[in-house]
């Protein structure tokens, strides 16, 4: 069965401290990994996308990594505006364009 | 104007009621889905549809009726729900399955909070 985990469920950093989330999946072929922001109260925002192991995506301060078997959101200095729930999903070969998510990790930035 | 708009952004309502969710997009997107969010749980897929046609039921129960008239416009029709359907329902929309692994990502709108009294 296709499984999608993330890691840790909550993350409280202080501005500034650099951090990673994770992102695991277990799927039978995997077509692309998706990670989404989501603010409370408003629908999640697309980020990224990543397709294939090795692949690497950047947007200000964050940075999507993808392996075969996971995916790492790193952030970057963060600030407080970057606090948000970070979400993962992944489609796979055989289930058409339909996403599985992951719950999610609850970022907190602290000034 | 943002992508993808649903109305109304709250709603409550009886167990008896008859409510309709409402979804439209401005990408020019074919395929539209249908989400639910509840508290400590992943976005659980409920319905796709790609041009219109219903592709896929995730064993919602019937008390859920979805409508897509165009590829532009998506319902969720609502009746006899029980308090555990209180959620954040989320619409999204991508350019589908015909075209390529870039036009498959979701777009969201900001979804609408249900409570079911």
């Known amino acids: 069965e296709d499984q999608v985990t993330q890691s840790p469920e909550a993350l409280r950093l202080q501005e500034g401290e650099s951090s990673s989330l994770n992102c695991s999946y277990t799927?039978?072929?995997?077509?692309?990994l998706f990670w989404y922001r989501q603010d409370p109260g408003k629908g999640p925002e697309f980020l990224f996308t990543?397709?294939?192991?090795?692949e690497e995506k950047e947007k200000e301060r964050l940075k999507a990594t993808l392996t075969k078997k996971e995916s790492f959101l790193h952030i970057t200095a963060p600030k407080p505006e970057d606090s948000a729930t970070y979400l993962c999903?992944?489609?796979?070969w055989g289930y058409g364009q339909n996403f599985v998510f992951g719950p999610g990790t609850r970022l907190s930035v602290l000034p | 104007e943002t992508g993808v708009t649903q109305t109304p952004r709250h709603l409550v309502m009886g167990m008896t009621n008859k409510k309709s969710l409402k979804c439209e997009q401005h990408?020019?997107?074919?395929?539209m889905y249908w989400y639910k969010q509840s508290a400590k749980k992943p976005l659980e897929l409920m319905f796709v549809?790609?041009?219109?046609?219903?592709?896929e039921n995730n064993s919602v129960p019937s008390r859920f009726s979805p409508e897509c008239p165009n590829s532009s416009h998506l319902f969720l029709h609502l009746h006899t729900l029980q308090p555990e359907d209180s959620a954040l329902y989320l619409c999204?929309?991508?350019?589908?399955?015909?075209?390529?692994?870039?036009?498959?990502?979701?777009?969201f709108g900001a979804g609408t909070r249900l409570s079911v009294l």
């Open positions: 999204a929309s991508s350019q589908g399955e015909r075209g390529d692994l870039a036009k498959n990502i979701q777009y």
């Open positions: 990408l020019g997107h074919n395929a």
């Open positions: 549809y790609n041009f219109k046609e219903q592709t």
């Open positions: 799927v039978s072929g995997l077509r692309g």
């Open positions: 990543l397709y294939s192991a090795g």
């Open positions: 999903a992944v489609q796979a």
